[in-house]
């Protein structure tokens, strides 16, 4: 399960890039909301995933309250779960 994580906080993470600074600007800019539709859908499904899992993996990982709330912002910010994978998720595998 926890390799699952991993590999579903890689995809939210990259999805959510995607998003931010392909889709967005392309709809924007360029006036093109195909992108965005495109990816927002499996965003938003990897993201309620990447959450769902966190919380049931909170207790496998022994993560305090401080750990825990970590883990969860960063899946709202740009880069996030990548530094969790790399402080959190990296050592335990």
Same mark, same amino acid.
């Given at each position: 399960m926890q390799s699952v994580f991993r590999l579903v906080a890689f995809l939210e993470g990259l999805s959510y890039l995607l998003l931010l600074f392909v889709a967005v600007p392309i709809k924007y800019i360029g006036g093109d909301p195909t992108y965005v539709k495109m990816l927002g859908m499996p965003h938003g499904l990897l993201f309620v995933a990447y959450v769902v899992? &966190?919380?049931?993996? *909170?207790?496998?990982? %022994?993560?305090? &309250? %401080?750990?825990? *709330?970590?883990v969860l912002i960063a899946s709202v910010l740009p880069f996030g779960t990548f530094f969790i994978d790399r402080k959190y998720l990296h050592a335990k595998n």
């Open positions: 899992l &966190a919380f049931q993996l *909170r207790s496998d990982y %022994k993560w305090d &309250a %401080k750990s825990f *709330r970590e």
